[in-house]
């Protein structure tokens, strides 16, 4: 029987691992749902790295078993193997293809990342923009952003003349000589460094939050409402002006794929367009203290005229009560405050969760 030659079988295993990689890119369901415009950049990476991935779990896997069953001892073969000393070829094989694979991939999330606003995240302070395809020395210097919070307002402004500038742009512009034209820098359109000054450029709705230990307060600057909860229109361009009062917090919505620091005398941004009606969560990614976990609140995308409707409805709720509790500090509670609503979900009531209390 003649023996199928080593390139065809070679090139035969190289065309299955390529279709099971496709396949397992496409349908390893490890992401949750999409529901932002930024979230398409993020899967279309995730996608490429699990592809690549499994293609090297294959090559590398299949080979050792296939190496395991056909070079496997044989009985009663008591002798050494050949000695193999090295072989560079092979060598500069496998360590040139994944040099190149990481090299590859870096770049491809570098312009993720960029695309995203992750190399100018300082723009919302300093609001710089394109005018006529250039940026304007003028856009440099905008109105102060307020960031209202329970504890009053905070104040986000672009620096005035003289003043020493926060991002490369603006050192930039500084540094060029007069009546030069400066170049055009694209705005991100999502993400971290999506900022707010072109007029054609502005967002739908702005949103103050302010991440608290250990709850989030949403805060409508052109309709004054204060809320626990995200409320959004789907579609439309959204602004997140992110601070923290007291220590670090993180504003994460998996489904948006978007995550922001909240620093505390510090605003940042955080730009999206929701793409799905629902309700997704809202999680804190840092560590800020004994109830961190619980530092969880719900961003609810309804569509126009439900938000409108949620607006107009809360516009004359909190006229009515003005001093109505949006948020409680759990610091501030008692054990038995704190735990009860969990208590109540798990059928446990208010005297056996006091003598739980009394036993400790």
């Not at 034209?181 to 502005?202: H, K, L, Q, S, V």
Request: charged fraction near 15%.
């Amino acid at each position: 029987m003649k023996q199928i030659p080593a390139s065809l079988l070679t090139l035969t295993a190289g065309i299955l691992i390529t279709l099971i990689s496709l396949w397992v890119s496409q349908h390893h369901g490890l992401l949750p749902e999409q529901a932002s415009e930024a979230a398409v950049l993020v899967d279309q990476l995730f996608d490429v790295m699990v592809m690549i991935a499994t293609a090297l779990f294959l090559v590398v896997i299949g080979s050792i078993l296939l190496f395991c069953f056909r070079y496997r001892r044989a009985p009663g073969d008591e002798g050494d193997g050949i000695p193999i000393e090295g072989n560079l070829p092979l060598e500069v094989f496998w360590t040139a293809i994944p040099a190149v694979l990481v090299i590859g991939l870096g770049v491809y999330s570098v312009q993720v990342f960029q695309e995203m606003g992750g190399f100018d995240p300082g723009s919302i302070h300093v609001g710089h923009g394109i005018m006529g395809g250039a940026v304007s020395h003028e856009t440099t210097h905008e109105t102060t952003h307020e960031m209202h919070s329970g504890a009053g307002v905070m104040m986000a402004q672009a620096p005035a003349e003289g003043a020493i500038a926060t991002d490369a742009l603006s050192e930039m512009l500084a540094e060029l000589p007069n009546g030069a034209e400066p170049p055009a820098i694209p705005i991100p359109r999502y993400g971290f460094g999506a900022n707010t000054t072109e007029e054609d450029r502005r967002p739908d709705l702005v949103v103050n939050v302010t991440g608290m230990q250990y709850a989030w307060l949403f805060n409508y600057p052109q309709s004054g409402i204060m809320a626990g909860e995200l409320h959004i229109p789907v579609g439309k361009d959204i602004q997140l002006n992110i601070s923290a009062q007291d220590v670090i917090h993180s504003f994460w919505v998996p489904q948006f794929r978007l995550k922001q620091d909240a620093l505390p005398g510090q605003s940042a941004g955080l730009r999206f367009v929701a793409t799905k009606v629902g309700t997704y969560p809202v999680v804190c990614a840092e560590l800020c203290g004994s109830y961190h976990g619980g530092m969880r609140t719900q961003v609810i995308v309804h569509p126009q005229d439900e938000f409108d409707e949620w607006l107009q409805q809360n516009a004359i709720a909190q006229q009515q009560n003005p001093t109505q509790t949006v948020a409680v500090n759990p610091a501030d509670l008692s054990n038995g405050d704190y735990l009860a609503p969990y208590a109540q979900e798990m059928g446990v009531n208010a005297q056996v969760l006091s003598q739980l209390h009394s036993s400790f």
